[in-house]
């Protein structure tokens, strides 16, 4: 495995790939990696003749200074957690990735006029700005993200269609704990107590799936009031959206692909997770 922290060096080093018409697979990260990383990037490996990691915890996406602060960063283990399976791991600093200011802006449209859009102004600007710089600097023929994040998926798809890029988009599923908690970097900030808790987040959604009611508002009702039950959580969204247009639905039947994203914290540990109706 290669570690290369300059623009420069990683496109000198795909070059010969390229050149040979090699695929290239491109896992974008934040590190502080874990086992749903690495099923990302064991996919990575598996589809393609060249594995690229990128390691690099974006400032432009996060819009709450102390939450960039406090994102873990672990870059030795991550990088001895994924020697085995990487060709690239490109881990760049703030600055050689902003020598070049981040003046773009990106209209995602409706996507990302929901969920995490209104909770976070900016972020998705942030992401979209990141991963375009990525997807120019590596060309890979596919690039994997985590379905945890159903909505960045979305706007990644969207990105990939209006900037006309020649690219895969390869959407993996939610890796879990035994106990069914998402897995996430940020779990890295709960205590023992906390994490325990938050897998009922899971629990409270599967239990939902069961309900003998299509109706939205009446399953929205029932995840609020069972994660009221924890004085823990906060709930700060249950959307349950159609799952190409993410816009909202009122009732399971009115479209054919329907998931429901959640938002929660967890004391001051901010989860995200969705689960499919359909
Ligand atoms: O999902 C993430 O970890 C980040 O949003 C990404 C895609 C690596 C961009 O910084």
């Not at 990575?44 to 819009?63: G, H, L, W």
């Not at 990525?134 to 379905?147: H, I, K, N, S």
């Not at 704990?177 to 970097?185: F, H, Q």
């Not at 009031?225 to 816009?247: C, M, N, P, R, S």
Request: charged letters at 25%; a negative charge; aromatic letters at 8%.
């Amino acid at each position: 495995m290669l570690l290369i922290k300059t623009i420069q060096e990683l496109q000198n080093a795909l070059a010969k790939a390229h050149a040979d018409g090699q695929s290239v697979g491109l896992v974008p990260t934040m590190g502080a990696l874990h086992e749903g990383h690495l099923s990302l990037i064991k996919r990575a490996r598996k589809e393609n003749d060249v594995c690229v990691i990128s390691i690099f915890v974006n400032p432009t996406q996060f819009n709450n200074a102390e939450d960039l602060e406090k994102y873990p960063r672990t870059l030795d283990a991550d990088l001895e957690l994924v020697n085995d399976y990487v060709d690239i791991a490109f881990a760049p600093t703030a600055e050689e990735v902003y020598r070049v200011p981040a003046t773009e802006k990106y209209d995602f449209g409706s996507v990302e006029q929901v969920m995490e859009g209104p909770a976070r102004p900016g972020h998705f600007n942030g992401v979209g700005i990141i991963v375009k710089r990525l997807f120019d600097w590596v060309q890979p023929t596919r690039a994997y993200f985590g379905e945890k994040d159903f909505q960045q998926v979305a706007v990644i798809k969207t990105l990939v269609r209006q900037c006309h890029l020649d690219l895969e988009i390869v959407p993996c599923p939610i890796v879990r704990e035994a106990s069914g908690l998402a897995l996430s970097s940020r779990n890295k900030r709960l205590t023992e107590e906390e994490r325990a808790i938050s897998a009922n987040i899971y629990r409270i959604l599967k239990e939902s799936l069961a309900l003998n009611t299509t109706n939205v508002q009446e399953i929205k009702d029932f995840v609020a009031h069972e994660l009221a039950k924890f004085d823990l959580f906060k709930l700060e969204y249950y959307e349950i959206v159609d799952g190409e247009t993410l816009q909202p639905v009122q009732d399971l039947n009115d479209s054919d692909s329907v998931v429901g994203c959640i938002t929660v914290w967890a004391g001051n540990v901010r989860l995200i997770d969705n689960i499919r109706y359909k």
